[in-house]
């Protein structure tokens, strides 16, 4: 029997293929092609979730583990286009182009997430990136948007120069672009000949391009400008999708062909790690643009998770995935309560324009102060444990002024969230705060489970630890 | 014949320029598109000499999958520099400079 194992990718890429022609014919109807495009996520998931794949390792790889990251982010796919949609009707810039290109760019995650060979995560890469820059440049009429776009444009296509460039050093010195094949040279090279060094800058450069990708400092830069400039819609898209798939990516990339040489990258990334936090807590106090705060607290999570991959060790990696899992889920409530509140009917710029929220609005005000305490890491909610996680991995590694370090950022960091509270709460300001619905039980349930989550940790506990228990039978 | 290390440290100078092309110019943008064009180029000069020298296809398949991709990046940056000429009239690197805070 002929063993269909692409079946999600297939259905997505002949089905986006087939939205673009119907969408020509039914201009009007936007709302039933993007009904056709949201059946074709909850396909894709339902197959992504039921076959049962063998260990297939070509350049393409089928797991347990591969499946179950594929289909939480087309769930999460499915919740952002569930938010988008009505605030791009609201903002009267919805064209269903929009929603191809995304799907365009999950595809792209998809193939990150399994590829088994370099040629393949460039390409997965490329297909994101692509994606990427025409969303971000999505909004035509404005400066804003179209000068964050040729900013993200340059960058991004310099980092995956920089990609190609490690790519062809591993190549040349390896004599292989398939993981296991180079995870075997690298075992046999001697660590002083000319070949170790030259593996050892491929893996600087490609590392270089992928905390790039990631937004982690000293290549943050991008970050806040970028998160600025694009609308709501495309910054909830930038701030979980390719973040999960980068992950995934480094975990594939650092514990197969790499694992010998964690001797090397562990310092490097527990460097990168520290910066992040640092530098994303610090910079963060000044911002008055809700959007760059927001953006500012993505680069010191994203240090969190590489500072707990960085550990190389089975705590540090646990604490890693949860941490993920966790951001991403914060910053789909997040920036999702974004999405549903305008302000002189334009998206929400700065923080002093939610002012007096609490009178005029109090379902959403309700919904910011759940997630801003969450992300703060105040126990009970779900931001806590994932915190928790990460300082308990650190501490057991025997890092204890590392973890003093995180420990303050942590306190400094809070003073951000807790503006907003404040703003939101206590200052009573005439506002222009509009909202196009009342309440959305989708938020409200994603908000929740932040709070439920939190009182009972250990159901996503054993989830990452199943997960991580599953990524350990793929590394060799 | 010419030994392998020539070609790669050729190709290393012309990715160096690049790179330096794109942090020092501080005129025009399209000098910076230029810049990633060659430095794509190098990548690739690195590929197939490496790939030639191990006696190995897949180098000079995957030159081929980089011009592709390398077309259509270009596509949706010229694309880009349209969109940003209309709004801003000008394509200087030094009118970047809205986003800040």
Known sequence: MFDLFYIPEIILSIG???????????????YFSYLLIQ???????????????????????????????KFLLLVGALIIFHYTYRHLNYLNNLKIEYFTISVLGLIGTMIMISAYSLLMLYLGIELLSLALYALIGFNKASKLSSEAAIKYYILGAMSSGILLFGISLIYGFTG????????????????????FLGIIFGMIFI????????????????????????????????????????????????????????????????????????????FALTQENMKR????????????????????????????????????????????????????????EDISDLAGLSKTHPYFAILILITMLSSAGIPPLIGFHAKLMVIQALINNSYIILSVLVVLMTVISAYYYLRIIKTIYFENR??????????????SINVILLLGLGVFPFIMFDITSYLASILVDISI | MIPISYYLILSTIIFTLSIAGI???????????????????????????????????????????VLTVVAAESAIGLALLIVLFRNKKSIDVDDLSELKG
């Open chain 2, 23 to 65: 942090f020092i110019n501080r005129k025009n943008i399209l000098v910076l598109l230029m810049s990633l064009e060659l430095m794509f180029l190098s990548v690739n000069f690195n590929l197939i000499t490496l790939g030639n020298y191990l006696g190995d296809l897949t180098g000079q398949v995957f030159v081929f999958f």
């Open chain 1, 39 to 69: 059946f074709l996520i909850i396909l894709a998931s339902f197959y992504a979730l039921t076959e049962v794949p063998t260990h297939a390792y070509s350049s393409y790889e089928f797991s347990k583990f591969t499946s179950l990251i």
């Open chain 1, 207 to 282: 590392t270089a391009s992928l905390c790039f990708k990631f937004g982690a400092a000293p290549f943050h830069i991008w970050v806040p400008d970028i998160y600025q400039g694009s609308l709501v819609s495309t910054t909830i898209l930038l701030s979980t999708l390719p973040k999960v798939a980068v992950f995934v990516v480094f975990l594939k990339l650092y514990f197969i062909p790499f694992i010998t040489l964690a001797f090397i990258w562990s310092d490097i990334l527990i460097f990168i790690g520290i910066a992040s936090i640092v530098i994303g807590s610090i």
């Open chain 1, 176 to 195: 292989s672009i398939d993981y296991f094949e180079i995870a075997e040279q690298i075992s046999s090279v001697n660590n002083n000949s000319v070949q």
């Open chain 1, 293 to 348: 705060l927001l953006a500012y607290s993505a680069i010191s999570n994203i240090g969190f998770i590489i500072l707990a991959m960085g550990l190389v060790t089975d705590d540090g990696l646990n604490a890693s995935l949860y941490y993920t899992i966790v951001y991403s889920f914060t910053a789909l409530a997040s920036f999702g309560i974004i999405t549903h509140i305008t302000s002189n009917s334009h998206g929400i």
């Open chain 1, 430 to 443: 005439e506002n222009l705060i509009s909202t196009y619905t009342r309440n959305n039980i989708l938020l």
């Open chain 1, 16 to 30: 986006i293929l087939l939205v673009i022609v119907i969408d020509l014919y039914i201009e009007k109807q936007k």
